[in-house]
């Protein structure tokens, strides 16, 4: 056996990071691009104790994991802390995002930089398919709250929580 046969193939892994506050098909969209360009794609919900969500963190991963179970090679969970140190505690050397439209660039742009310098992770950005090109969860929430129909926003077990969620307030 050669040295080269006999190493252990370099697992490739990417994170899709976010509030999820609730998935919407534009973040399923862009998770499942990346599921098959990486060989594990980890979805971090990344914890922010400033902002009250609709849906608490174990809701939303509870939600992902569903939205995400047929692809396979997903891992969902939550993190509190900087994504640099999400991404140095499991060897993942690539951010993936979804770019909607030009007014997504200019931030993003920054926190790609700021994540760059501070660790050498590299951020990938994923032109959204069109058809979700304006779709965000605080949009949908938005909508929804209104009565507005969102079902073909989300999956339908989003939907149905969200109504639910809502019919509580
Ligand atoms: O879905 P969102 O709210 O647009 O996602 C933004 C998110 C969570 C990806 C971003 O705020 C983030 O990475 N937060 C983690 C804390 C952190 O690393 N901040 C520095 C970014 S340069």
Redesign the pocket.
């Known amino acids: 056996m050669t040295g080269s046969e006999s190493e252990e193939p370099q697992v490739r892994r990417a994170v899709c990071?976010?509030?999820?506050?609730p998935i919407t098909n534009g973040h399923l969209d862009i998770i499942a691009r990346a599921s098959k360009l990486y060989d594990v794609v980890h979805v971090?919900v990344?914890i922010?104790k400033s902002k009250q969500g609709l849906f608490t963190v174990e809701e939303r991963i509870e939600l992902i994991r569903r939205a995400t179970a047929e692809y396979g090679n997903v891992e969902v969970e939550a993190?509190h802390?900087?994504?640099?140190?999400f991404c140095k505690q499991r060897d993942i050397p690539a951010i993936v995002?979804g770019l909607r439209a030009v007014s997504d660039f200019d931030y993003e742009l920054?926190?790609a930089q700021?994540?760059n310098g501070?660790s050498g992770v590299e951020t990938l950005f994923v032109p959204t398919n069109p058809t979700y090109s304006f779709l965000s969860?605080s949009l949908v929430k938005e909508v929804a709250a209104w009565g507005g129909d969102v079902s073909h926003l989300v999956p339908d077990f989003v939907f149905e929580a969200l109504t639910e969620r809502l019919g509580e307030k």
């Open positions: 990071p976010g509030s999820f506050d971090a990344m922010n993190f802390g900087l994504l640099v140190d995002k920054q926190m700021m994540n501070l969860s």
